[in-house]
């Protein structure tokens, strides 16, 4: 499911991407992470990092015709990547180790992605809300969010995902859901 995030990541991001694949890309990992919360076993870092390094190397390959220490660039940010997600599940799983929880994530991606602009080793490239920039029709909002906006939009709608799916797969979820189809139909 780590692989599976980092290739709809990739598969979302311009000049080849289908733009709306980001708004699943965090799903497969956040459907990990929230399995590591509840207590079953798993390395989280490393999978993590499988993420966010295939995300960087199928995203900014062309960084290597440039210079071979992009392989450096690929790790490091795959790293910060890393450890920024990691950051995340920790405070989650000690303040609010539920479906809210997840909204922890928001914050804590979006200072980072703030952080690449002003730190010595920029690397923007990968910021969420750049993955809109072949679909400009969508997004026409940003002159005054920015690209902030579209990284809040893109983890909002994969957090939100993430809980309903969660939600469904609780048993009285799935039993809210039934009787409230139920309910609709008859009415």
Do not use: D
């Not at 989650?92 to 914050?107: M, S």
């Amino acid at each position: 499911m780590a692989l599976l995030s980092g290739l709809l990541l990739s598969a979302a991001w311009p000049t080849w991407g289908i733009a709306i694949l980001a708004f699943f890309g965090f799903v497969p990992l956040l459907l990990i992470e929230g399995r590591i919360a509840r207590g079953e076993s798993g390395k989280l870092f490393w999978l993590s990092f499988l993420a966010f390094f295939v995300w960087n190397v199928a995203t900014t390959w062309w960084v290597w015709n440039a210079t071979p220490a992009a392989t450096l660039a690929w790790i490091l940010n795959a790293l910060f990547m890393t450890i920024v997600f990691n950051v995340f599940h920790i405070t989650k799983k000690k303040i609010c180790n539920n479906a809210w929880g997840n909204f922890f994530l928001i914050p804590y991606w979006m200072a980072f992605e703030l952080l690449t602009y002003w730190w010595s080793i920029k690397w923007p490239w990968l910021n969420l809300g750049n993955v809109f920039s072949t679909c400009h029709t969508w997004v026409q909002w940003y002159e005054y969010t920015g690209v902030a906006g579209g990284t809040l939009w893109i983890l909002l709608v994969n957090i939100l995902i993430v809980n309903a799916i969660q939600f469904l797969h609780n048993q009285q979820g799935k039993q809210a859901f039934v009787n409230g189809g139920i309910g609709a139909l008859v009415l």
